[in-house]
């Protein structure tokens, strides 16, 4: 079964970080590209960093310079390195599947749960 | 950056047609992708490519995309399809962009 699965959510204080993890089982990783989308509760869906399957590496202005993705074909796995966090990045973070040429997403996770707050 | 434009609600009664509506500077140049999300899930996409349906989507959803707006259509619309719905697009700027959101509610 294809599954994506994050990890590494809590509460951190502000100017704190946080590493996410995505565990992804069920399909060649290496093959896909990769993205991390987070949600405020109660808001809508907003892309922030994707991660193409060589590697090549995009991110939202609002992240840009702060958050840093990266992913480990041997582990299968994606992350997410969350530095300087703020109230405002309090948020359900998904990673979620590209579509090999395509430019949508196929496959979610459940989503972690990020709250930075004092 | 690119802008998607969703209007935040749209009610239906059951058996109606829902129309959902994205808009977009020339977004008839582009796919345009549409997402179901219910309440404590993960998005689920319903629309690809502007048009396409992945297996297991009822062919009640259908998208359609011309000028400076994409619709998703709901035909006899059901109770379970009450949820939120996004349009999603991948800007040349590199980015991949979510509209605000609609909420569907079948009254």
């Known amino acids: 079964e294809v599954q994506l699965a994050e990890s590494g959510g809590g509460l951190v204080q502000p100017g704190g970080s946080l590493r996410l993890s995505c565990a992804a089982s069920?399909?060649?990783?290496?093959?896909?590209?990769m993205h991390w989308v987070r949600q405020v509760t109660g808001k809508g869906l907003e892309w922030i960093s994707g991660?193409?399957?060589?590697?090549?590496?995009y991110y939202s202005d609002s992240v840009k310079g702060r958050f840093s993705i990266s992913r480990d074909y041997a582990k299968n796995s994606l992350y997410l390195q969350m530095n300087s966090l703020r109230a405002g990045d309090t948020a359900q973070y998904y990673c979620?599947?590209?579509?090999?040429?395509?430019?949508?997403?196929?496959?979610w996770g459940q989503g972690t749960l990020v709250t930075v707050s004092s | 950056s690119y802008v998607l434009t969703q209007p935040p609600s749209v009610s239906v009664a059951p058996g109606e047609t829902a129309t959902i509506t994205c808009g977009g500077d020339n977004i008839g140049r582009k796919t345009v992708h549409w997402y179901q999300q219910k309440p404590g899930q993960a998005p689920v996409v319903v629309i690809y490519i502007s048009t396409d349906r992945p297996s297991g989507i009822p062919e009640r959803f259908s998208g359609s995309n011309s000028g400076n707006t994409a619709t998703l259509t709901i035909y006899r619309v059901e109770a379970g399809d009450e949820a939120d719905y996004y349009c999603?697009?991948?800007?040349?700027?590199?980015?991949?962009?979510f509209g605000g959101g609609t909420k569907l509610t079948v009254l």
């Open positions: 069920g399909f060649p990783f290496g093959d896909y590209d």
């Open positions: 979620a599947r590209g579509v090999r040429g395509f430019t949508h997403f196929d496959i």
């Open positions: 999603q697009v991948w800007d040349r700027s590199g980015d991949w962009v």
């Open positions: 991660i193409r399957s060589a590697g090549d590496t």
